[in-house]
């Protein structure tokens, strides 16, 4: 199993900004890529932005020069700066990891509990 613990959510007034951090912890894992998710009641999950073991980052076109995704390997953690930040950010940000487990025959996906992003206005 692969835990993912995320934080730095919080109320954030328009134009602001916040850093998401996510770690995953586990034994005997092996992590293809990681990254961000949202969700807004009503609505589905959708990407934000993704990056891979090997640095490789996608986003999502709502986020493009606003948000960016970082990795570190050595500590299986993926960040997320948002910057000028408007209220149709507002959502709960769930971190994501594409990961093989040593005692599975094949990839999962893994999920954290989410953190939410208020953006007021």
């Known amino acids: 199993q692969v835990h993912l613990v995320e934080s730095g959510g919080g109320l954030v007034q328009p134009g602001g900004s916040l850093r998401l951090s996510c770690a995953a912890s586990?034994?005997?894992?092996?992590?293809?890529?990681m990254g961000w998710y949202r969700q807004v009641p009503g609505k589905q999950r959708e990407l934000v932005a993704t990056?891979?073991?090997?640095?490789?980052?996608n986003y999502a076109d709502s986020v493009k020069g606003r948000f960016t995704i970082s990795g570190d390997n050595a500590n299986n953690a993926v960040y997320l700066q948002m910057n000028n930040l408007n209220p149709e950010d507002t959502a709960i940000y769930y971190c994501?990891?594409?990961?093989?487990?040593?005692?599975?025959?094949?990839?999962?996906?893994?999920w954290g509990q989410g953190t939410q992003v208020t953006v007021s206005s």
């Open positions: 586990g034994s005997r894992f092996s992590i293809h890529f």
């Open positions: 990056i891979s073991n090997g640095g490789s980052a």
């Open positions: 994501y990891a594409r990961a093989f487990v040593v005692t599975n025959i094949a990839p999962d996906n893994y």
